[in-house]
């Protein structure tokens, strides 16, 4: 084969598959801005803001991110990760002990059966476990708003963290492409400049040696 011949076959192929990687780009910085822009707007929808450097209690203060993002409208995705986490997270263990919704369930019901044998039998403790079961009620109801907005700006975090992902993937798929450009321009000049009667590695023709008597 001509060296000419391969060199121009690498060079079109190289030209083809930058043009692949650019369009793979496109598509990620494309998906990437969509998943900005849709986190940037369902939080900015919620009007939440973190709280003034000024109100932050001892325990709050503990947090970089609190500190950072003091004052500020919560609209990116590690904003609210920093939100549910540090903030939602940190008064959540503060609430029942520390335990959750689900671990909230059981003295719940414990205490609505203790309730209703109470109201049975009239026993004079009956207003205590009334108080004690309102107060459960109302630590589980609490813990369930804040697990359920810690849950909602996690998966916004997610979500945002897919789009920062795709951005890294464009990066790549336009550097690669640039590459490829380059090489598929250097193949093309080196065609040109290579005499069209070149074969590529022509095997070298041996020097008869003259035969001595």
Excluded: W
């Excluded at 003091?70 to 609430?95: R, V």
């Excluded at 335990?99 to 909230?104: E, I, S």
């Excluded at 890294?168 to 550097?175: K, N, T």
Aim: contains cysteine; proline residues 3%.
């Amino acid at each position: 084969m001509k060296r000419r011949t391969l060199d121009l076959l690498f060079s079109i192929g190289g030209l083809g598959l930058a043009v692949l990687l650019l369009v793979v780009g496109i598509v990620l910085t494309t998906n990437a801005n969509f998943a900005n822009n849709y986190v940037h707007d369902q939080l900015s929808a919620q009007h939440i803001s973190f709280k003034p450097a000024d109100q932050l209690t001892d325990e709050e203060k503990k947090s970089d991110c609190l500190r950072e993002y003091a004052g500020k409208p919560l609209t990116t995705g590690k904003q609210a990760e920093c939100y549910a986490n540090e903030f939602i997270g940190l008064h959540l263990k503060s609430i029942g002990g520390g335990r959750t919704y689900a671990d909230l369930g059981e003295p719940q019901a414990a205490l609505r059966e203790q309730v209703a044998q109470a109201e049975q039998a009239k026993a004079a403790n009956l207003a205590d476990l009334q108080k004690q079961l309102a107060d459960v009620s109302a630590q589980r109801e609490t813990v369930f708003k804040g697990e359920t907005l810690r849950g909602m700006l996690l998966t916004s975090y997610g979500f945002s963290e897919f789009g920062r992902k795709a951005e890294q993937g464009a990066l790549a798929m336009y550097l690669g492409a640039a590459l490829l450009l380059l090489l598929s321009i250097a193949g093309l000049v080196h065609a040109l400049r290579t005499p069209a009667s070149e074969a590529f590695a022509a095997p070298e023709k041996k020097v008869k040696e003259p035969v001595t008597a």
